[in-house]
């Protein structure tokens, strides 16, 4: 009788430059790290919303509107991605900052990399200013020490910090843990909307729905099911997302026109 042949550990059939990280993963009990930007779907109250969270601790949140090299506005997520890849960027994230005016430009504040490019917009009860004049609007602000924050235009006015990176826009959604008073229950005005809340210092959190929801349903979005005390609303109709391997959500692409101002998060370079 002989004896059968003894099987090969798959292990031992593995590429020595492949089997010695996994061997090292091993012994050192690592642990798989959480991915820096978070996209995931999540269902509030029968609406599809898409959330991505995103770790300031180990991405850059940047804000981008005009190329410089020529001065010329990218206008649209598609335009930022294929200006990375000329200057070896892969755009993880994106999507559109806050409101704007009829000539493209930022309406209210506008931070980038630390220079002010528009100033805090303080104007009152503008109708031809939209939902920016929907009161309180509000500011998100990427500070010089990495942390993030939303606060109302008056509070960031106070505060008198210099930041980094921020975009005003408005109405505020939530407030001190509170709803915008302003929002109601049962108003029949849906719109595609998308928003942005500092759930930590280092925690940012957009969303964007997947179809038209009016602001009470979105506000609550934020406060009851992402756990947001103060979150920011950016625009509607034309908001979208773009996330690396899964392509965009929001707004169908037809309704989406030029942006002004576009958050992105770019992989950080290889060593």
Same mark, same amino acid.
Request: glycine content about 10%.
């Given at each position: 009788?002989?004896?059968?042949?003894?099987?090969?550990s798959?292990?031992?059939?593995?590429?020595?430059h492949?089997?010695?990280p996994?061997?090292?993963?091993?012994?050192?009990?690592?642990?798989?790290?959480?991915?820096?930007?978070?996209?995931?779907?999540?269902?509030?109250?029968?609406?599809?919303?898409? @959330?991505?969270?995103?770790?300031?601790?180990?991405?850059?949140?940047?804000?981008?509107?005009?190329d410089?090299?020529?001065?010329?506005?990218?206008g649209?997520?598609?335009?930022?991605?294929?200006?990375?890849?000329?200057?070896?960027?892969?755009?993880?994230?994106?999507?559109?900052?806050?409101?704007?005016?009829?000539?493209?430009?930022?309406?209210?504040?506008?931070?980038?990399?630390?220079?002010?490019?528009?100033?805090?917009?303080?104007?009152?009860?503008?109708?031809?200013?939209?939902?920016f004049?929907?009161?309180p609007?509000?500011?998100?602000?990427?500070?010089?020490?990495?942390?993030?924050?939303?606060?109302?235009?008056?509070?960031?006015?106070?505060?008198?910090k210099? @930041?980094?990176?921020a975009?005003?826009?408005?109405?505020?959604?939530?407030?001190?843990?509170k709803?915008?008073?302003q929002?109601?229950?049962?108003s029949?005005?849906?719109?595609?909307?998308?928003?942005?809340?500092?759930k930590?210092?280092?925690?940012v959190?957009?969303?964007?729905?997947?179809?038209? @929801?009016?602001?009470?349903t979105?506000?609550?979005?934020?406060?009851?099911?992402?756990?947001?005390?103060?979150?920011?609303?950016?625009?509607?109709?034309?908001?979208?997302?773009?996330v690396?391997?899964?392509?965009?959500?929001?707004?169908?692409?037809?309704?989406?026109?030029?942006?002004?101002?576009?958050f992105?998060?770019?992989?950080q370079?290889?060593?």
């Amino acid at each position: 009788m002989h004896a059968s042949p003894s099987r090969r550990s798959p292990l031992r059939r593995l590429p020595w430059h492949l089997l010695a990280p996994l061997l090292l993963c091993v012994l050192s009990g690592c642990e798989p790290q959480a991915r820096a930007v978070d996209s995931g779907e999540r269902v509030f109250e029968g609406q599809n919303f898409r @959330v991505v969270g995103i770790d300031l601790r180990r991405e850059t949140l940047s804000l981008h509107w005009k190329d410089p090299e020529n001065g010329e506005p990218y206008g649209t997520i598609n335009a930022l991605r294929q200006w990375g890849m000329s200057h070896g960027r892969r755009l993880l994230f994106a999507t559109n900052a806050g409101i704007y005016d009829r000539q493209y430009a930022p309406l209210g504040l506008y931070v980038e990399d630390g220079k002010t490019v528009v100033p805090l917009n303080l104007a009152h009860g503008n109708p031809a200013s939209g939902n920016f004049s929907l009161l309180p609007n509000g500011v998100f602000a990427v500070y010089p020490d990495g942390h993030a924050a939303v606060l109302t235009s008056a509070a960031f006015k106070a505060e008198g910090k210099p @930041v980094q990176w921020a975009s005003q826009s408005g109405p505020m959604l939530v407030i001190g843990g509170k709803l915008n008073d302003q929002f109601i229950d049962d108003s029949n005005s849906l719109k595609w909307r998308s928003g942005v809340c500092a759930k930590t210092p280092h925690q940012v959190v957009f969303a964007v729905s997947e179809a038209p @929801v009016n602001f009470h349903t979105f506000a609550r979005l934020f406060k009851d099911e992402l756990g947001c005390r103060d979150a920011l609303y950016l625009d509607g109709t034309i908001s979208q997302f773009y996330v690396d391997g899964e392509g965009y959500a929001g707004a169908p692409t037809f309704m989406v026109k030029p942006y002004a101002g576009i958050f992105a998060v770019f992989a950080q370079p290889t060593p």
